[in-house]
């Protein structure tokens, strides 16, 4: 099963909030996380920690300055992780190549942790003590109901493979000598 690691939840909560004020007019169909329900859980979290509208336009300008950024460390992220699986599996093994590699994925998902990191910080410090709290409860909520979704995801997969299972059973096992 997967788990949402909890700084990446924070973040996508983090970013759910200043997504939905990153621009004039009404709030992107998904956020952060690319889950359909996104839309609807930033609208909840607008609406449940009653955002002022200096709050919104706070939260507008955190997401305008940590969003290109955190593109470029996410793409910087993704290219390192492909470089290193390149130097796993090239024909020849290159020890220090791949020491190398090792290091600019550290370094890259270091960045992508550090911007996170700025980003939910700013966003704490625009929330009030109540919305926090509140804020706090929503995350909660919403890692349950995400970590449900990913318990009913593999309940499915363990259908699905069992019906394949019983429709196309494995080979007996063969005698050994």
Known sequence: MTRIPFTAMLFAMAMAVSGVFAQDGPPAN??????????????????????SPEQMRQIREVNVSIRPRMREAQKA???ARRDLDAAIYADNLDEEALRIRVKDVVEAQAEVTRLRTMSEV?????????????????????????EEKAKAAER?????????????PP???????
């Open 30 to 51: 998904e956020f952060v996380s690319g889950d359909p329900d996104s839309a609807n859980r930033s609208e909840v979290l607008r609406r449940e920690l009653r955002l």
């Open 77 to 79: 992220f993704r290219l």
């Open 122 to 146: 700013a966003v704490r410090k625009i929330l009030s003590p109540e919305q926090l709290v509140r804020f706090r409860e929503l995350r909660l909520r919403f890692q349950r109901i995400a």
């Open 156 to 168: 499915r997969r363990t259908r699905r493979q069992m019906r394949r299972d019983r429709r196309d």
């Open 171 to 177: 080979p007996p096992p063969r005698d050994q000598p």
